[in-house]
């Protein structure tokens, strides 16, 4: 939920179960994602009073919700289940567009990159920030985490250039705007103006302002949560 009235995924999906349930009812994501970035796979928890057993309020959601929001999967849960503080990993994806040329139906999804970019760089970049670390300087100002250090299990490049590239991101938790700084500090790389041995001392500097900038959020996606 946001102040002032301004639209969320929370907020409509709050709504909508509130339409077909028997009194108000608390909507719990697994995550909150930056303004801008999609999710095909988020996960919420809700605690409702209903009639309709889970395939009929299934159906019945698909009815009330709005075009660009869908329940996908319900089910009863067990008892104390609660979506973001029993998740175990999540996977986002990022994804770049490298053609020639512009392709429109992909500008919602992608960040638009011209050619080169040296990709076996960027791998061996990515690969240097897989495991645990301190991620203080891929972290956007205004997180809330106690701590900065994460653990990424996988950073996987996928796709040539002159085409589309993706970044599979996955790991235990996320910092505010963590992917999105990390795409843009590989894309430096892959750009030539950031060696690959520099990301140990970028990691240990602890600095933000020494990392890349902050990659579009439109280019994001988070596609599934674990449990």
């Known amino acids: ?63 009330v919700l709005p075009a ?22 999540k996977l986002y994806r990022y994804r770049l567009w490298t053609g020639a040329t512009r392709a429109p139906l992909r500008e919602r999804y992608a960040l638009r990159v011209r050619p080169p970019l040296d990709l076996p760089a960027m791998r061996e970049a990515a690969a240097a920030l897989a495991g645990t670390h ?22 996987a490049w996928q796709g040539e250039p002159g085409g589309e590239l993706v970044l599979d991101v996955e790991g235990s938790g996320f910092l505010r705007h963590m992917v999105r700084n990390l795409v843009g500090t590989l894309l430096e790389v892959g750009r030539g103006r950031r060696r690959t041995d520099a990301i140990p001392a970028l990691l240990a500097a602890r600095d933000r302002r020494l990392a890349g900038p902050t990659a579009p959020a439109r280019g994001l996606t988070l596609v599934r949560v674990d449990y």
């Open 1 to 63: 939920m946001q102040p002032g009235g301004t639209r969320t995924v929370q907020g409509v999906l709050a709504e909508a179960f509130a339409r077909l349930a028997q009194g108000p009812v608390a909507v719990h994501g697994a995550g909150r994602t930056d303004a801008g970035v999609h999710a095909a796979g988020q996960v919420a928890s809700v605690r409702a009073w209903t009639r309709l057993a889970a395939p009929e309020l299934l159906r019945a959601l698909d009815a």
């Open 134 to 155: 301190d991620f203080a300087s891929f972290r956007a100002a205004g997180g809330s985490g106690r701590t900065s250090v994460r653990t990424l299990t996988r950073l």
């Open 68 to 89: 660009d929001l869908a329940v996908r999967a319900l089910e009863r849960a067990p008892d104390g289940f609660h979506a973001r503080r029993d998740a175990r990993s």
